[in-house]
């Protein structure tokens, strides 16, 4: 009767913050510009009007127009239908990368503060030695031993960089948590650890970790599209906005500045509007 009570109570409180962080405007702006690129990014194929590899050499460096939007590049490809079909690439493997962080980190986390002792001590100090490495030097590094840079060396730097992060700021949520009665009850009942941990602490740190990976999510963006800009990130001539950014920037400086600008806002939105939603949440959800 009382875990019922207490299930009806936490589900009530969870309607409210729900409520409350509807009319948040810093959450409506981001969860409105987030949501369009993921509606460009489900639907680019019927919102572009070219191939995004399609070449006009007739039309070379052509700024916006009702023909080109968004104008073409230096090899003739119009930078609107690239940066409509890189919204899909940019978003998919941010998307991988932060939910594979999240996910071992938030498991590191809560067997590390659920267990203690050493074994947590360890692990936080390798882990903070991760951390420490910036994440351009563990890409040149990955990219230098495998000959090449691809998709999946992309999702997994980005992944194995945020799993620190990620598994300290649960591990702190989880700390508290394991002290608290119904953890002690559980134990009581003799469950199992994997029990106590993901169906006992793991929905209560939830609404942490969710603010945690909103947060490495907007990292994500701004990564991917660095490692693309530096060439160690996707495979060359892909249409993400980092490589349309690495390949464009030049021509800035001779006055063609189109096809940089629209990937680069591009890039600039998203983030902004996953940093708002994740202040908007840490507010609601008092974290």
């Not at 919204?87 to 998919?92: D, H, Q």
């Not at 942490?208 to 490692?227: H, M």
Request: glycine share 6%; with cysteine.
């Amino acid at each position: 009767m009382k875990d019922s009570t207490n299930s009806e109570a936490k589900k009530l409180v969870l309607a409210e913050r729900l409520a409350v962080l509807k009319k948040n405007k810093a959450f409506v702006v981001g969860a409105s510009i987030l949501g369009f690129w993921i509606f460009c990014s489900i639907f680019s194929k019927f919102l572009v009007r070219f191939d995004q590899d399609a070449m006009d050499f007739e039309s070379i460096n052509s700024p916006p127009s009702l023909k080109f939007w968004f104008g073409t590049d230096s090899t003739g490809r119009d930078v609107y239908s690239r940066v409509i079909i890189g919204a899909r690439i940019i978003m998919v493997i941010s998307f991988i990368a932060t939910a594979l962080g999240a996910f071992v980190g938030a498991s590191l986390g809560l067997i590390a503060g659920y267990l203690k002792g050493k074994f947590d001590m360890i692990l936080m100090r390798i882990l903070e030695a991760i951390s420490a490495i910036p994440v351009i030097i563990i890409a040149l590094l990955a990219v230098a031993a495998i000959g090449r840079s691809s998709t999946v060396i992309t999702v997994l730097i980005i992944g194995f960089i945020f799993t620190p992060n990620v598994a300290r700021t649960v591990r702190a949520a989880v700390l508290g948590e394991s002290e608290l009665e119904y953890v002690a009850a559980a134990k009581l009942r003799t469950e199992k650890t994997a029990h106590i941990l993901f169906r006992e602490i793991l929905p209560n740190v939830l609404p942490t970790l969710i603010v945690e990976f909103t947060v490495r999510l907007g990292y994500a963006i701004f990564a991917v599209a660095t490692l693309s800009f530096l060439g160690v990130g996707l495979e060359a001539g892909s249409p993400d906005w980092g490589t349309q950014v690495a390949d464009t920037w030049d021509k800035i400086f001779t006055n063609i500045w189109w096809p940089t600008l629209f990937p680069a806002v591009a890039i600039a939105s998203v983030a902004v509007s996953i940093n708002l939603i994740s202040d908007a949440l840490l507010e609601v959800f008092e974290l």
